[in-house]
């Protein structure tokens, strides 16, 4: 049994990777996702077909209050100002959305998605788009799909470091919807297992570190949670941006200098788990002493950690 910031105990148990797998293949993403989609079609285009396929049920919906998609749609950047103004200079509130329409058919399929998106999360301002908004599932298997590729070149060793370096700018933003995110890896079962009543304690603390803390159970995990839990961020919408800017952060040449001394770091420790850190490489320097230089062909003279 083990104290978390001397309140919240946990007991870790061993965990199977296929299970774990399929598990956080029904969870990743933490933000409900609507999907419009049908089983088995492709990727390409499928928005842009639904909303031609739909634009009667779309006009006909938003007839009597379009105003509030318009101002959603401005609101996240598909329709720059010039558009906002050719749609509100419509004669009626139909010819307003079919000119809307035009525009977001004529921007393709991520403009498409999102106007998707804003319409699937105003059920009750539409109810009559119901009938053809479905979750099914399609949609979530095209994010998993993306959320792979992205994470296919980064190797398991390069996680640990990933997340040492990044865990600070991507805490900001995770800590905006902690509540949902702990949820999420816990039906993952990513973190160690808590007892309900400290789980609810720990999702609703308001703590500035409580995400970091989060971050860390699941790095102490394993290579496995830590790409899942890559994986649930990687499929969320406000999440994607800022994750694939931080994982393209590792092909710079500082960030690869930097890799490698982390790298022969774990590598020292592994072999000598007693080691105090100032006889081991330093993580992310490269000028220090270091005892283990030769054995691990550090790059210069012998004994210089660089």
Known sequence: ????????????????????????????SFFLGVNMADQGETNEGVNVKLMIENRTNII???SYSPSKVFDEVKAKGVLNREDYHRVLAQECDEEKIRKCLDIMEGKGEESAKIFLKILSNLPDTYPRLGPWIKDDGGREEESVQEADRILQDLPDEDLPFFLQIEKSSLSEELRKDFPRLCDAV???RLSPKFELKEFEEFKNNKSQNQVIVLLDLIMEEGAESFRSFCKILLQDE????????????LETGEIKNQLRDWKKYLMAKQRNPRAKDK????????????????????????????
């Not at 978390?4 to 148990?13: C, D, H, M, V, W």
């Not at 999440?239 to 952060?249: A, D, F």
């Open 186 to 188: 816990r039906e993952a």
């Open 60 to 62: 006909e919906a938003l």
């Open 279 to 306: 006889d081991l490489p330093k993580r992310c320097k490269t000028t220090n002493w270091c005892t283990y230089c030769e054995e691990f062909l550090c790059i210069g003279e012998a004994g210089n950690n660089s």
């Open 238 to 249: 406000r999440m994607k941006v800022p994750m694939k800017k931080s994982i393209n952060k």
């Open 1 to 28: 049994m083990c104290v978390l910031q001397g309140k919240y105990l946990y007991s870790r148990e061993v965990s199977v990777s296929k299970e774990k797998r399929s598990r956080s293949q029904k969870i990743y």
